[in-house]
């Protein structure tokens, strides 16, 4: 597997948009946010290439990311933001940052959560439990070359709130003929972070407040 191959796929992974297709949906309105239960994540991806049947570290495809989540009744807004900072992140021109857009609709049911999704990779559906803390959904990738080594993504996702965690596994691989071939995989670690009030500077000049 070459390294241009790779890095290709991660590049689709985070969202590649051309300069005239823009990765958020236009508005002409700011978004009025009063209504939402806002989340920032904070956190690392650490990647592996499949490679004769099993996962293989790649530290070289390792990001940091953050989410700006926003929660209404009934759906979630999310904007991700990827950075590739590892020294042998060569390919070509290829930015090293990235942005990725997941518009979530929810239905409950009698089993839980059905999830309908829109997503600035493709379309894409999944299921969620009624507090939210385990979910799973499957993208289908649009736009993609039938040769390419991957044609659908998983997310897996784990929310940990009481310890201020998400866990989450991204996974890319090509659905042939019913089969899964595994290709990439991203294991996921971000903290939770909320809009607070300070009672008092929170740095100083030389160290933090109370040092």
Same mark, same amino acid.
């Given at each position: 597997?070459?390294?241009?191959?790779?890095?290709?796929?991660?590049?689709?992974?985070?969202?590649?948009?051309?300069?005239?297709?823009?990765?958020?949906?236009?508005?002409? =309105?700011? !978004?009025?946010?009063? =209504?939402?239960?806002?989340?920032?994540?904070?956190?690392?991806?650490?990647?592996?290439?499949?490679?004769?049947?099993?996962?293989?570290?790649?530290?070289?495809?390792?990001?940091?990311?953050?989410?700006?989540?926003?929660?209404?009744?009934?759906?979630?807004?999310?904007?991700?933001?990827?950075?590739?900072?590892?020294?042998?992140?060569?390919?070509?021109?290829?930015?090293?940052?990235?942005?990725?857009?997941?518009?979530?609709?929810?239905?409950?049911?009698?089993?839980?959560?059905?999830?309908?999704?829109?997503?600035?990779?493709?379309?894409?559906?999944?299921?969620?439990?009624?507090?939210?803390?385990?979910?799973?959904?499957?993208?289908?990738?649009?736009?993609?070359?039938?040769?390419? !080594?991957?044609?659908?993504?998983?997310?897996?996702?784990?929310?940990?709130? =009481?310890?201020?965690?998400?866990?989450?596994?991204?996974?890319?691989?090509?659905?042939?003929?019913?089969?899964?071939?595994?290709?990439?995989?991203?294991?996921?670690?971000?903290?939770?972070?909320? !809009?607070?009030?300070?009672?008092?500077?929170?740095?100083?000049?030389?160290?933090?407040?109370?040092?």
């Amino acid at each position: 597997m070459s390294r241009i191959t790779f890095f290709a796929a991660l590049v689709v992974l985070m969202g590649c948009q051309s300069t005239k297709t823009p990765t958020l949906p236009l508005i002409t =309105e700011l !978004p009025d946010h009063s =209504e939402a239960y806002t989340i920032i994540w904070l956190g690392t991806g650490t990647a592996y290439l499949y490679e004769s049947g099993e996962y293989v570290r790649m530290e070289s495809g390792d990001y940091e990311f953050q989410v700006t989540q926003r929660r209404y009744p009934n759906r979630w807004i999310s904007v991700k933001d990827g950075h590739w900072r590892h020294p042998d992140y060569d390919f070509g021109n290829l930015p090293r940052d990235r942005t990725m857009y997941f518009e979530l609709a929810f239905t409950p049911d009698q089993q839980g959560v059905e999830v309908d999704m829109r997503t600035s990779m493709g379309p894409g559906s999944g299921r969620s439990d009624r507090q939210f803390r385990a979910q799973v959904f499957e993208i289908e990738m649009a736009d993609i070359s039938k040769f390419a !080594p991957y044609n659908r993504m998983r997310i897996t996702q784990q929310y940990l709130y =009481e310890s201020g965690r998400l866990e989450e596994t991204v996974e890319l691989y090509k659905l042939v003929d019913g089969v899964e071939h595994p290709y990439l995989k991203m294991e996921e670690r971000a903290d939770i972070y909320r !809009p607070t009030t300070l009672d008092q500077a929170p740095t100083v000049m030389g160290g933090y407040s109370g040092q």
